[in-house]
Protein backbone atom coordinates (compact mmCIF):
# COMPACT_ATOMS: atom_id res chain seq x y z
CA UNK A 1 0.00 0.00 0.00
CA UNK A 2 0.83 3.70 -0.64
CA UNK A 3 0.13 6.70 1.33
CA UNK A 4 -0.57 9.61 -0.65
CA UNK A 5 -0.58 13.29 0.86
CA UNK A 6 -1.58 16.22 -1.52
CA UNK A 7 -0.68 20.12 -1.21
CA UNK A 8 -0.53 23.27 -3.10
CA UNK A 9 -3.92 23.87 -3.98
CA UNK A 10 -5.84 27.19 -3.64
CA UNK A 11 -7.23 30.04 -6.03
CA UNK A 12 -5.45 31.54 -8.27
CA UNK A 13 -6.76 33.90 -11.30
CA UNK A 14 -6.93 32.42 -15.09
CA UNK A 15 -3.88 32.67 -16.59
CA UNK A 16 -1.96 31.93 -13.14
CA UNK A 17 -0.10 29.07 -11.84
CA UNK A 18 0.26 26.88 -8.95
CA UNK A 19 2.22 24.37 -8.28
CA UNK A 20 0.94 21.21 -6.58
CA UNK A 21 2.87 18.52 -4.38
CA UNK A 22 2.10 14.88 -3.69
CA UNK A 23 3.83 12.95 -1.28
CA UNK A 24 4.11 9.27 -1.96
CA UNK A 25 5.47 6.97 1.19
CA UNK A 26 5.34 3.12 1.55
CA UNK A 27 7.77 -0.01 1.20
CA UNK A 28 6.98 0.16 -3.29
CA UNK A 29 6.48 3.79 -3.45
CA UNK A 30 9.35 4.12 -5.63
CA UNK A 31 7.75 1.01 -7.72
CA UNK A 32 4.31 2.74 -8.87
CA UNK A 33 3.36 5.19 -11.63
CA UNK A 34 1.77 8.29 -10.07
CA UNK A 35 -0.88 10.18 -11.56
CA UNK A 36 -3.07 13.29 -10.87
CA UNK A 37 -6.84 13.32 -11.21
CA UNK A 38 -9.20 15.86 -10.89
CA UNK A 39 -13.10 16.00 -10.15
CA UNK A 40 -15.36 19.03 -10.62
CA UNK A 41 -19.13 19.17 -9.15
CA UNK A 42 -21.40 16.70 -11.18
CA UNK A 43 -18.37 15.25 -12.82
CA UNK A 44 -16.90 12.31 -13.09
CA UNK A 45 -12.84 11.81 -12.14
CA UNK A 46 -10.57 12.45 -15.19
CA UNK A 47 -7.19 11.85 -15.66
CA UNK A 48 -4.73 14.70 -16.01
CA UNK A 49 -1.23 13.62 -16.10
CA UNK A 50 0.96 10.39 -14.55
CA UNK A 51 4.42 10.00 -14.42
CA UNK A 52 5.24 5.99 -14.60
CA UNK A 53 7.98 4.54 -12.25
CA UNK A 54 9.69 3.41 -15.75
CA UNK A 55 10.03 7.18 -15.84
CA UNK A 56 7.57 8.27 -18.70
CA UNK A 57 5.16 11.05 -18.59
CA UNK A 58 1.52 11.32 -19.92
CA UNK A 59 -1.14 14.05 -20.56
CA UNK A 60 -4.54 14.69 -20.56
CA UNK A 61 -4.74 16.52 -24.19
CA UNK A 62 -6.72 19.29 -22.28
CA UNK A 63 -3.48 20.04 -20.35
CA UNK A 64 -0.61 19.22 -23.02
CA UNK A 65 1.34 22.15 -22.96
CA UNK A 66 0.64 23.89 -19.81
CA UNK A 67 0.74 21.34 -17.19
CA UNK A 68 3.71 19.46 -16.10
CA UNK A 69 4.63 16.66 -14.19
CA UNK A 70 7.69 16.04 -12.79
CA UNK A 71 8.98 13.25 -9.97
CA UNK A 72 11.78 13.41 -7.42
CA UNK A 73 12.18 10.01 -6.14
CA UNK A 74 15.08 10.81 -3.76
CA UNK A 75 12.50 12.34 -1.83
CA UNK A 76 9.07 10.47 -2.88
CA UNK A 77 7.67 13.65 -4.34
CA UNK A 78 5.32 14.20 -7.36
CA UNK A 79 4.77 17.46 -8.63
CA UNK A 80 1.88 19.05 -10.63
CA UNK A 81 3.09 22.30 -12.40
CA UNK A 82 0.00 23.92 -13.68
CA UNK A 83 0.08 27.36 -15.57
CA UNK A 84 -1.78 29.21 -17.65
CA UNK A 85 -4.71 27.91 -16.10
CA UNK A 86 -8.13 27.85 -17.04
CA UNK A 87 -12.14 28.73 -15.28
CA UNK A 88 -11.99 25.12 -16.64
CA UNK A 89 -9.34 23.40 -14.46
CA UNK A 90 -11.34 24.36 -11.67
CA UNK A 91 -11.53 21.01 -9.53
CA UNK A 92 -10.49 18.70 -6.49
CA UNK A 93 -6.63 17.36 -7.65
CA UNK A 94 -6.35 13.67 -6.42
CA UNK A 95 -2.66 12.22 -6.71
CA UNK A 96 -3.30 8.11 -6.64
CA UNK A 97 -1.03 5.29 -6.83
CA UNK A 98 -0.63 2.00 -9.76
CA UNK A 99 1.64 -0.75 -10.28
CA UNK A 100 0.62 -0.22 -13.74
CA UNK A 101 3.15 1.59 -16.25
CA UNK A 102 1.78 2.17 -19.87
CA UNK A 103 -1.20 2.15 -22.03
CA UNK A 104 -4.95 2.87 -21.73
CA UNK A 105 -4.88 1.51 -18.00
CA UNK A 106 -2.96 4.17 -17.00
CA UNK A 107 -5.34 6.99 -17.53
CA UNK A 108 -8.40 4.96 -15.91
CA UNK A 109 -9.39 5.54 -11.96
CA UNK A 110 -10.18 1.58 -11.73
CA UNK A 111 -6.26 1.13 -12.12
CA UNK A 112 -5.44 3.28 -8.87
CA UNK A 113 -5.65 1.36 -5.64
CA UNK A 114 -4.35 3.96 -3.57
CA UNK A 115 -5.71 7.46 -3.22
CA UNK A 116 -4.95 10.84 -1.43
CA UNK A 117 -7.23 13.51 -0.14
CA UNK A 118 -7.08 15.25 -2.72
CA UNK A 119 -6.73 18.95 -3.20
CA UNK A 120 -8.94 22.30 -4.40
CA UNK A 121 -7.83 24.25 -6.81
CA UNK A 122 -10.22 27.03 -7.88
CA UNK A 123 -9.34 29.03 -10.69
CA UNK A 124 -11.78 32.68 -10.91
CA UNK A 125 -12.36 34.76 -14.18
Known amino acids: QVQLAESGGGLVQAGGSLRLSCAAS????????IAWFRQAPARAREFVAAHSWTDNSYYADSVKGRFTISRDNAKNLVYLQMDSLKVEDTAVYYC???????????????????WGQGTQVTVSS
Open 26 to 33: GRTASRNT
Open 96 to 114: AASTVAYGLALRSPRSYAD
